[in-house]
């Protein structure tokens, strides 16, 4: 049973629209990743959070943008939605006292489709 | 670009090892090698990672050469279930930023 949480699991968006997905992790993991799925690709990293401030980024515009909160959630915000935005988004979260014990827990992701 | 080189696809019969090569000749000191696999509609799933020494745990073993330009993930007796795409990673742990940059992985398809 996975110890993160994304929602919604499926979402549809007009061009131009914003969105707005959600993640839960466990109690302790202080950082969440999230990244970018495209059909038949690999994940592509978009930023990972550590402690409520962000601590790296891939190669994604400024209208990609994030948020940790101190209770474990976060959330990842997409601004003037594009065509190509449509995407399985996943969140990456791993425990901070023994981060380099354990691999990074996936969530099942959100299914992006932008019309 | 991610920094491993990973066959596209792989056969394995049920039962048997399967066994799935990396190379990583550009691998840096301080970063480890790590191994995901992704079942179809989900996410990613850690399996197992290591830094210079072989390592083993109940899912799988991992086998790194002494120049730590190549590993061997090895199933030791591959089910239906593990039929997936499997990604060898390069990077530096979570403590140290570390974020994982995917390629296109290995694609393991067991067979009954």
């Known amino acids: 049973e996975t110890g993160v949480t994304q929602s919604p699991t499926h979402l549809i968006k007009t061009r131009g629209q914003q969105v707005t997905l959600r993640c839960s992790s466990q109690s302790g993991h202080n950082t969440v990743s999230w990244y970018q799925q495209a059909l038949g690709q690999g994940p592509q990293f978009i930023f990972q959070y550590y402690r409520e401030e962000e601590n790296g980024r891939g190669n994604f515009p400024p209208r990609f943008s994030g948020l940790q909160f101190p209770n474990y959630s976060s959330e990842l915000n997409v601004n003037a939605l594009e065509l190509d935005d449509s995407a399985l988004y996943l969140c990456?979260?791993?425990?901070?006292?023994?981060?380099?014990?354990?691999?990074?827990?996936f969530g099942s992701g959100t299914r992006l489709t932008v019309v | 670009d991610a920094k491993t080189t990973q066959p596209p696809s792989m056969d394995c019969a049920e039962g048997r090892a399967a066994n799935l090569p990396c190379n990583h000749s550009?691998?840096?000191?301080?970063?480890?090698v790590y191994w995901y696999r992704q079942i179809h509609s989900q996410g990613p799933q850690y399996i197992i990672h290591g830094l210079k020494n072989n390592e083993t745990n109940e899912m799988a073993s991992l086998i790194i050469t002494e120049d730590r330009k190549s590993s061997t993930l090895i199933l030791p007796h591959a089910t239906l279930r593990d039929t997936a795409v499997y990604y060898c990673i390069v990077s530096r742990p979570p403590s140290n930023t570390g974020k994982l940059i995917f390629g296109q992985g290995t694609t393991l398809q067991v067979k009954p």
């Open positions: 550009t691998i840096s000191g301080n970063e480890y």
């Open positions: 990456a979260s791993t425990p901070d006292a023994a981060a380099d014990l354990y691999g990074y827990t």
